[in-house]
């Protein structure tokens, strides 16, 4: 999905742009799970961008340790994943860069979102948060994008890589895997915050030393981000 949404693309444009902010040369990418784009975001940055010396941090509260000790044993200086639990809404103040949060934020209750924001302000750290929806839908009709996202599993998993035996037994033979994609892309869809929610966790955040800038991309699907700078570190 990410690929087929340009995912990546949004990206570099979003993390180059608060990179200038960061004091290090680096991304803390928070929620990490498998990776999902940040590693492709990471190398494009390096590779025509002229940040060779980028790192690439991946964290998660519940660590992916078998992406994690495939990272960790490849020997890279570029890339590594913590295999300590880390919390977005209190990362370690020796993880220093900038924090990125692609399609996770949703999941946080409000009350642990503003915290997220809050700490990255209080650590003078720049954050990208970025959605692959706006959640413009109207939030009853929710349970509409069930049948269509169920009926795209199929369509999608022979571009998956890699692909298993076990993902076409479950797609094709026995379609447990588009009933949980469906599930999950359509209420992460109306969990989603919007621009009006994020005014609301960012009340009384605002500062001379600290700034934020919110929007959509349009383009295949409207997506939404959150921008934070530290205006010392610039």
């Not at 990490?32 to 980028?54: F, I, K």
């Not at 692609?102 to 302000?121: D, Q, W, Y």
Request: neutral net charge; proline residues 6%; charged residues 20%.
């Amino acid at each position: 999905m990410h690929r087929l949404l340009g995912t990546h693309k949004d990206l570099v444009e979003l993390v180059n742009k608060v990179m200038a902010y960061a004091p290090k040369l680096a991304i803390i990418d928070l929620c990490s799970g498998s990776g999902g784009a940040m590693l492709a975001v990471a190398e494009t940055l390096r590779a025509e961008y002229r940040l060779q010396d980028l790192t690439l941090i991946l964290t998660d509260l519940y660590p992916n340790k078998e992406l994690a000790h495939q990272i960790n044993t490849r020997g890279s200086s570029s890339v590594a994943y913590v295999t300590k639990p880390i919390d977005a809404a209190n990362v370690p103040p020796d993880l220093v860069g900038v924090r990125t949060m692609v399609c996770s934020f949703h999941h946080m209750p409000p009350g642990t979102a503003r915290n997220i924001l809050v700490n990255a302000k209080e650590r003078k750290q720049p954050i990208c948060i970025y959605e692959i929806s706006d959640n413009s839908f109207p939030i009853s009709l929710w349970w509409v994008a069930l049948p269509l996202n169920f009926i795209v599993a199929f369509f999608i998993t022979p571009l998956v890589r890699p692909l298993t035996w076990q993902q076409m037994i479950f797609t094709y033979l026995l379609p447990i895997i588009p009933f949980f994609f469906a599930w999950d892309g359509a209420v992460s869809n109306a969990r989603t915050y919007t621009l009006h929610d994020l005014d609301v966790l960012l009340e009384g955040l605002g500062a001379d030393d600290y700034r934020w800038e919110k929007g959509i991309i349009g383009g295949k699907a409207k997506k939404m981000y959150l921008l934070g700078f530290p205006m010392a570190n610039q």
